[in-house]
């Protein structure tokens, strides 16, 4: 069965950056692209970026870029999502999900990775 | 950036009531319209996506419809587990973007 498996709860100083990774199994990762999306505490759904993972390719959000760096890591099936100069809004819970053959929908997610920015 | 504007942003009901969510795009949408549904401490599930079409495993009072700038996703018969938050989200153009959720309340 497919799987999206995150990194642990980071905590981190404003100005740091944070690394978080999708671990991918149970289907071929090259075919999928990977999407990441962040929930700040008690707010909606904002998206983030994807990769491609067969190409590198990339394709952020404004909002994001400029700070946002997604890579991944065929050979351990292994997508990263990296955002640098942290501020306290940034402090939020970041989900990787992979999206639907043929339709642009995220059908499996990760269970997501709390980041928290605190002095 | 296409703005989806879900309504209401919550609703009180009881088991076996019938709930409409309506989620309006600031632009018109082609099939790129998906519905997921999140409970608390838990990552969203994919509920609807190209508007009407049901994700496996998703029971049948689940519903969507809609074209151009105006959708809504229907249930059926509230069952206990159908308590949470629900999400719109457009892939029709960058960036994806998502309701601001309307959370379904027990009465």
Redesign the interface.
Known sequence: QVQLVQSGAEVKKPGASVKVSCKASGYTFNNFFVHWVRQAPGQGLEWMGWINPNSGGTNYAQKFQGRVTMARDTSISTAYMELSGLRSDDTAVYYCAREMEQWLVLHYWGQGTLVTVSS | DIQMTQSPSSVSASVGDRVTITCRASQALTS?L?W?Q?KPGK????LI??VSRL?SGVPSRFSGSGSGTDFTLTISNLQPEDFATY?C?Q?NS????????TKLEMK
């Open positions: 790129w998906a997921y999140q990552a969203p599930r994919l996506y190209a994700e999400y989200q892939a960058f960036p994806y973007t998502f309701g601001q959720g």
